[in-house]
């Protein structure tokens, strides 16, 4: 069974950004970019059912500009087999790349298709559900455990009030949670052999994909800086603040 992975290349977890002067977005010149993490969570879980023997082959996507090669890299060494790119210089939004992986698996008809729940850049959570919707298939976002059972897939979601597993019929998308597994170091050896993997690069329009931006950011602004604490002298002060003032209790 073949396993499509999406891998967005995104500002690193640890880098803390800065809102642009005139509001427009967030500076990402010169700042660290990496695999998205939830990403790197799916390229781990298709290499770990590679290694159980249920998938044969693992295939990682990345859509956006060639430096997105070094992501597609970093996939390929945590053990994807190749990597195809979807090189554009437009910026893309969730219904862009949605369309995009459609075509992806029409073209290469996985089994399996796992994405990240979201990407730490827009918080969007919105291209698996898209892309469920759009290629017509099943889908179990927020996976906490996969397994296959069968010609079925049963997915373990994390759930408001706790755990919930449900059945899928395959072929189908699944998005990840933190808690599926944690993702193994990547090796030199194995960035070494990542450097020979298959790369194949095309273009939305090679794709029949239109991917204008749809939605336009008006305005990004940080968020309002936190006010200055105060110090009680005794539990019945915080208390009676508690109850008078904030009335939170
Ligand atoms: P989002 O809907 O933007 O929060 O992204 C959810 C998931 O979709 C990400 O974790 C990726 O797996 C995938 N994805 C989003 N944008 C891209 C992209 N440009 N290239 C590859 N995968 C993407």
Do not use: H, W
Request: net charge neutral; with cysteine; aromatic share 2%.
């Amino acid at each position: 069974m073949k396993a499509l992975i999406a891998v967005k290349r995104v500002v690193d977890a640890n880098v803390k950004v800065q809102v642009k002067s005139d509001g427009s977005g967030v500076d990402i010149a010169n700042v660290k970019m990496s695999m998205n993490p939830f990403d790197e969570i799916a390229v781990e879980e298709a290499v770990r059912l590679k290694e159980k023997g249920i998938v044969t082959e693992v295939i990682a996507v990345s859509c956006g500009d060639a430096k997105c090669q070094e992501t597609l890299r970093t996939a390929m060494a945590i053990g994807a087999d190749r990597g195809i790119l979807v090189e554009t210089s437009e910026e893309l939004q969730p219904l862009a790349v949605a369309k995009l992986l459609k075509a992806l698996v029409e073209k290469e008809q996985p089994q399996l298709v796992i994405l990240g729940k979201q990407a730490i850049d827009d918080d969007a959570n919105q291209t698996g559900q898209m892309l469920a919707a759009l290629a017509d298939l099943p889908q179990a976002t927020f996976a906490s455990k996969v397994e296959l059972a069968g010609d079925k897939l049963n997915v373990t979601r994390e759930v408001d009030g706790g755990l919930e597993t449900i059945s899928l019929s395959l072929p189908a998308v699944v998005t990840t949670d933190l808690r599926l597994n944690e993702p193994r170091y990547v090796t030199l050896p194995n960035i070494m052999k990542a450097k020979k993997k298959q790369l194949d690069t095309f273009k939305p329009e090679d794709l029949g994909v239109d991917v204008k931006p749809r939605l336009k950011t008006l305005k990004v602004s940080e968020p309002p800086k936190r006010g200055a604490g105060i110090k009680v002298p005794d539990v019945a002060t915080l208390v009676d603040k508690l109850k008078n003032e904030a009335k939170v209790i």
